[in-house]
Nanobody, 123 residues
Framework: VQLQASGGGSVQAGGSLRLSCAAS????????VGWFRQGPGKDREFVAV????????AYADSVKGRSTIPRDDEKETVYLDIGTLRPEDTAVYYC?????????????????WGKGTQVTVSS
């Protein structure tokens, strides 16, 4: 399983960003995909996860209400849309997937990781 994250960049506070995670290597539509981030000097933390259809996504409190995690099973891609960006959203963002068909928010439960994409939010 390979995951490729993209879409990071530098944004001013209050702006929005869309990150993409392209997957390959297995039946994409049957597995959950999550987004995690690691800020400077911080541990890697959960951002959002979307299970296989038709189950609902889950979000960290820090992004709830200003982010969505849509998936396009035909394109085998999961997105992370974040609005009203804040300086504390600055981090390297990673997409990840578990080995088994479970939906988890724990980074330790993820078996496959994409390379991160940097998001920098300036005030």
């Amino acid at each position: 399983v390979q995951l490729q994250a993209s879409g990071g960049g530098s944004v001013q506070a209050g702006g929005s960003l869309r990150l993409s995670c392209a997957a390959s290597g297995r039946a994409f539509s049957s597995y959950a995909v999550g987004w995690f981030r690691q800020g400077p000097g911080k541990d890697r933390e959960f951002v959002a996860v979307i299970p296989w259809s038709p189950n609902r996504a889950a979000y960290a409190d820090s992004v709830k209400g200003r982010s969505t995690i849509p998936r396009d099973d035909e394109k085998e891609t999961v997105y992370l849309d974040i609005g009203t960006l804040r300086p504390e959203d600055t981090a390297v963002y990673y997409c990840a997937a578990p080995r088994v068909r479970r939906c988890r928010s724990d980074p330790d439960a993820m078996a496959y990781w994409g390379k991160g994409t940097q998001v920098t939010v300036s005030s």
